[in-house]
């Protein structure tokens, strides 16, 4: 009989490869704005679509590719593309910029993003040709003839849209008030990429995942890391209705979750919480993509004569319903939280969110098949000096259960690869941590190549410097009849 136990009934990835808007990430901004020529350098140093689809941490994204693929490739991978893309993917698309600009277009109610027309020509019927993108793409955007779009481009209150590979801008983004930083063009850009973004990750959801229509969902969480409002509420939000609106949901609500990269597990468990409570019947998870953190690295990566890999707008979107018998468990007895006492330091922060949640489980690590933590590409973070953060994360999480007398000390090398994952998610935070993992572990337990798997997430919320503290939650999700 059908109860109200959560389960996670689906869920997808989608990518957006966008190198014109690299530009735009935080830290090419600024550089561009203290070096003129740098635009330039940032330029050649763009890969091609092509090259995005064969890349192998986004064909794993995108589940093209298992993630123990990447324990066989020597890293880096970035001079190891494959021959071809793999096909169809399962989890979701990577799509081309020309496209995602478009939509930017599309999901503007406000009409501060303006297109060329002959782009608008040129790229619209790429939209209405896809499944993914058609029902996203019903209406016309404005549109200006070329001595229109030069003339908008000649004020100070816009940014200009450039798709890799071409010169002349397609398109523009005004801002949304002269007098409000937070309707600037930058953070309308940023927040529009995130909306557009989340929404297709939802569309890859509703055509990856049978049972999901449209008028079934009840409520949207976002925890992306955008922050909506205006001059007198900057972080007011709500992105979730906005995700919601734009990919049709139109029964359902919205609220956004904010807590820094930590985001998308509180968010699993609020939403899990909601459907045991008989409160919702299918809620979405959706974390769009972070702009800012395009091009983040972007100067490491210059400097030693490789692609700028952090080039895509990366989003998840997590299906969680009532229990149908067969779909994974969110098991909210097996939640780990990070309490205030327990202060910033790594090891205590495992031991909190993995080790806690366990004992109240009485379980023992044996028990646990998979614990992902945060999944950042060694590619991007090795070069910038930063090291392997899961393998370092998998290191400190196996010598706090070694103390704890839960393994031996002789398997503390040897965690990583038993119970976790390689990294492979673009640096955008939410996203790496645990949450890109979702579709994966669904996959590996419908092919009962594992039991459970353990999501654990962390947050540094002193970067907004409102406190020194961390923060983090973990959350079991269990194989339906174990």
Known sequence: MPTNRPVIKGAATALAHTPGLVRYGSKPFRESKAQPEFLAELTRGLWSYDKACRYLPNQVFIGSQPPARLWEVEQ???????????????????????????????????????????FWEETSPLLSDSPLTAALASQTPPLLADAQLDAELEAADCLPL?????????????????????????????????????????????????????????????????????????????????????????????????????????????????????????????????LPKLGMKCLYQLEQGIPVLEDALAAVAVWIGRDDGKSPVVNLQGVGRHPIKAGAALDKQFRELVLGPLRRLEWGVDRLDRVVTELHNPDIMVTAKAGDVAARNYKMMAAMLAMAKEIDRSDIAGFARAKGVCGYAPTQGHIASGFVYVPHALREMAAGAIRNCMLVARASLFLGQMTELTDGMSVLIERNGD
């Open 162 to 290: 450039f798709a890799n590979g071409e010169d002349a801008p397609v398109g523009v983004v005004k801002t949304g008030h002269s007098e409000d930083e937070a309707l600037s063009a930058p953070v309308l850009l940023e927040n529009l990429a995130c909306k557009v973004s989340g929404a297709l990750s939802m569309h890859e959801l509703l055509n990856h995942v049978e049972g999901l229509d449209l008028s079934d969902v009840d409520l949207v969480l976002s925890c992306s890391e955008e922050a909506v409002g205006d001059r007198y509420q900057r972080g007011g939000g709500n992105m979730a209705k906005a995700i919601a609106e734009f990919a049709g949901c139109d029964l359902a609500t919205g609220i956004d979750i904010k807590d820094f990269c930590a985001a998308p597990i509180p968010a699993m468990v609020i939403g899990a919480s909601l459907v045991e409570s008989g409160v919702f019947k299918n809620v979405v998870v959706v974390g769009g993509g972070s």
């Open 76 to 118: 880096p991978w970035f001079d190891k593309l494959a021959e071809s893309d793999a096909g169809e993917p399962p989890f979701g698309h990577i799509l081309e910029e020309r496209r995602f600009l478009a939509l930017l277009a599309c999901a503007d109610p406000f009409k501060h993003v303006l297109l060329r027309e002959r």
